[in-house]
């Protein structure tokens, strides 16, 4: 590794740390937050408006496109609206409206199904998998993913048997995947032969035999009559682009196709069909039939409402014209194309149109109509109060919400991220130990040379100074005879002692420069 890369990737080892520390932190600390909230009395905390994302004060305005829309089986004035912003509940038919959005993670409400024998619970198909409530919408618990066998979490539609209510199936742009323990796990139950066919946009169980299954594709429609585990494609000469399927429980079997070539009627369980005059080849995006009038048909084709009271025989226009019969004051587009389609008699007749602008309610069979405000879209007033408590400020930061779509990327990047900080780490750790090593070698090369130099040094000072006592032992015995000559006996008798000590110190130094000199040999060498 170069000095320059190395110097990169300590850089990125850095930043990619204070990320990850500062979402972990985040995480971390909103967590305890709320594990706590009861006894640091959270929720009276208020937090000022003006530091918090304006989404949090906005008032309601009709701009959301619906995409789905059901009522609970046990009372139809309970009606759950799916848009791309947030999922909306009414109890009393359209009136008032709720948001529901505790631990649903993702807005994008693509479909909705009602366990038919269990009507609290319900599931919501999304972008990112199939969410859960088990008190009708209250909360939302439980999240099946990629991680639940779920391949393709972009959802298009759900539908639940209503004989065995365990059994879940999900219709997605990858296939068909079926659950057989209410959403806990998934296994692909249909994936067709090509991407056309694989391309799964409607299930819908059959209303006159039990336990029938028919999903409609891009490349035509497909039966099963064991719980999706083999499958036999239908109507091959009319089914094709298959948006929306109604099965009628009559006797024989009636079916509505609607497709992007129109709509198609069969009377006898499929084995002939005609095509509508009225839609001719205009693609069909949504047909309703009231389950409790066969005859009575909601179609909706180029952002036109369609109403017939005669099986399709004859048909009516009902106009969502805002310069003509809408009750709003918004300003809306001549023309709303409409989505899903759904009608209720309790506690009275009404109709109700999800439309790329929102929501529209008529109870008069379409010639009046009013538009629903349901979620946040525009600012409140200068004067309304700007405050959020703690305790819904922690939940929306710990649960992704405060971050919006964003949420999912900042995970998949901080997990990235703690990928890349311990792979930097070990790249860094294990240059760095390779420089130790190299600047160790170096050091103790280094090192053993000046050894060897003060080793050299040292010899020839010791070797200069024993010459330099030499030279003065024999000084001293030279001065020792003279001194013999002169003194008398008793001082000679103390300067030969004294010369018989020098002798010995000049036999040890001999010894001591024949060390010396074998010391110079070996340092030489």
């Known amino acids: 590794m170069s000095i320059r890369l190395f110097k990169h990737t300590r850089l990125l080892h850095k930043w990619l740390g204070f990320v990850s520390a500062a979402f972990v932190l985040v995480l971390s600390v909103s967590g305890v937050l709320l594990m706590h909230h009861e006894k640091l009395g959270l929720d009276k905390v208020l937090i000022d408006g003006k530091y918090l994302p304006n989404k949090y004060f906005l008032a309601s305005a009709p701009d959301q496109p619906v995409q789905s829309i059901v009522h609970s089986p046990a009372d139809e004035k309970v009606v759950y609206v799916g848009t791309q912003r947030g999922l909306f509940r009414s109890r009393d038919a359209g009136g008032h409206w709720t948001e529901l959005k505790d631990g649903l993670l993702n807005q994008d409400i693509r479909a909705l199904a009602?366990?038919?024998s269990r009507p609290d619970t319900i599931y919501a198909g999304t972008a990112q998998g199939i969410f859960k409530s088990e008190d009708a919408g209250d909360h939302w618990t439980d999240w099946f993913e990629e991680s639940s066998g779920l391949a393709h979490p972009a959802i298009n539609d759900l539908t639940v048997s209503p004989e065995q209510p365990?059994?879940?199936?999900a219709a997605t742009a990858g296939g068909l995947f079926v659950s057989r323990d209410g959403g806990e796990t998934w296994e692909v139950s249909f994936k067709g032969n090509d991407e056309e066919s694989r391309d799964a946009r409607t299930a819908?169980?059959?209303?006159?035999?039990?336990?029938?299954?028919?999903i409609g594709t891009a490349g035509g429609v497909y039966r099963s009559d064991d719980g999706?585990?083999?499958?036999?494609?239908?109507?091959?000469?009319?089914?094709?682009?298959?948006?929306q399927l109604v099965s009628l429980n009559t006797e024989p079997e009636f079916f509505y196709l609607a497709?992007?070539?129109?709509?198609?009627?069969s009377f006898n369980g499929g084995i002939a069909w005609t095509q509508d005059r009225e839609f001719g080849g205009k693609p069909v995006h949504s047909i309703f039939v009231d389950p409790g009038n066969g005859a009575r048909i909601y179609a909706a084709a180029g952002g036109r409402l369609r109403y017939s009271q005669d099986g399709g025989d004859h048909w009516t226009e009902i106009s969502i014209d805002p310069g003509r019969n809408v009750s709003s004051d918004a300003a809306l587009p001549a023309s709303l194309p409409v989505a899903r389609i759904l009608r209720s008699t309790h506690p009275s007749p009404s109709l109700m149109a999800g439309t790329t602008a929102g929501l529209m309610i008529s109870k008069d069979e379409g010639r009046h109509w009013n538009h629903v405000s349901l979620g946040p879209a525009s600012p409140g007033t200068a004067d309304a109060p700007r405050k959020m408590d703690l305790l819904k400020l922690a939940t929306e930061i710990h649960t992704g919400r405060y971050f919006g779509s964003y949420f999912y990327l900042a995970v998949d990047l901080a997990t990235a991220g703690l990928v890349a900080l311990v792979f930097s780490g070990i790249v860094i750790g294990a240059y760095r130990a390779q420089m130790s090593r190299r600047k160790k070698a170096l050091v103790e090369k280094e090192l053993g040379v000046d050894m060897i130099i003060d080793i050299q040094e040292t010899a020839d000072d010791l070797s200069q100074e024993s010459r330099q006592v030499h030279d003065m032992v024999e000084h001293i015995n030279q001065h020792l005879e003279?001194?013999?000559s002169i003194y008398m006996r008793k001082e000679r008798n103390e300067i030969e002692e004294i010369g018989r000590h020098v002798h010995a110190l000049d036999k040890k130094m001999h010894h001591i420069m024949?060390?010396?000199?074998?010391?110079?040999?070996?340092?030489?060498?």
Do not use: M
């Open 114 to 116: 009602v366990h038919p």
């Open 166 to 169: 365990d059994l879940l199936f």
């Open 204 to 214: 819908r169980f059959s209303s006159a035999i039990p336990g029938v299954l028919y």
């Open 228 to 243: 999706g585990k083999s499958w036999e494609k239908k109507w091959d000469a009319v089914a094709e682009d298959v948006f």
């Open 259 to 265: 497709t992007g070539h129109g709509l198609y009627k």
């Open 482 to 484: 003279k001194c013999k």
């Open 514 to 525: 024949e060390r010396i000199g074998e010391f110079e040999k070996i340092s030489q060498n």
